[in-house]
């Protein structure tokens, strides 16, 4: 028969996982670093996957398939193993060591160094669209890895910015993309900086500020910045 259902678009695809969880009929998972589509029996053709994908690989497509069998598909998602939150084939959970330069590089006192932070709380979740220290703010939303992996994070980026830490692959992230866009759509914003982890999940955020922006109608000075997992910078825009 002919119906609609996922087409995955290998190219587009970086195996980040997050599609993974949102199949309620487990028809997803990583295989060999894509997403693949299980059965066609499996999938639904609704499509609530669709907006968890970062990179828009996943489409609905109208082609010959096995009709969507409900009582198989539940059968099948009761009987794997839930999926992991961070799925193993994602390459932002390879294992990795590497030596830290802090050994060549004088450092203040702990006691004189101080703290950039401007207000609380600053977990996604956890902020409010009207705290009013949001009107007239350079907004910094950064990735939660980010403080860890940027030595100079303190100064350098958070310094006279109003901040919101989340991680699109740990995080739930329902409700994210609506209170980001209440954020800049009802205070004054000065601009926007993201900055994220090198990491293929993490383009996650991007995409969601991106979005929010888009929906909130502002046009501010906006400005990406990608830090890598040694803690360089390894892009700005």
Known sequence: MKRKIIRIDEEKCDGCGLCVPTCAEGALQIVNGKAKLVKDSFCDGLGNCLGDCPRGAITIEEREAEAFDEDAAMAHAASVEKPQTVPFACPGTATMSFTAEEAKQ???????????????????????????????????????????AYGDFQQRILKGRKVVIACPKLDRTEGYLEKLTAIMKHNSIASVTVVHMEVPCCSGL?????????LSGKVVPYRRIKIGIQGDILEEK
């Open 206 to 214: 991007v995409a969601m500020v991106e979005r929010a922006l888009a």
């Open 106 to 148: 004088e450092v203040s006192p702990p006691e004189s160094r101080k703290s950039m932070l401007e207000q609380w709380p600053v977990q996604l979740h956890l902020v409010s669209p009207q705290a009013p220290y949001w009107q007239n703010a350079d907004i910094l939303v950064a990735a939660s890895c980010v403080p860890v």
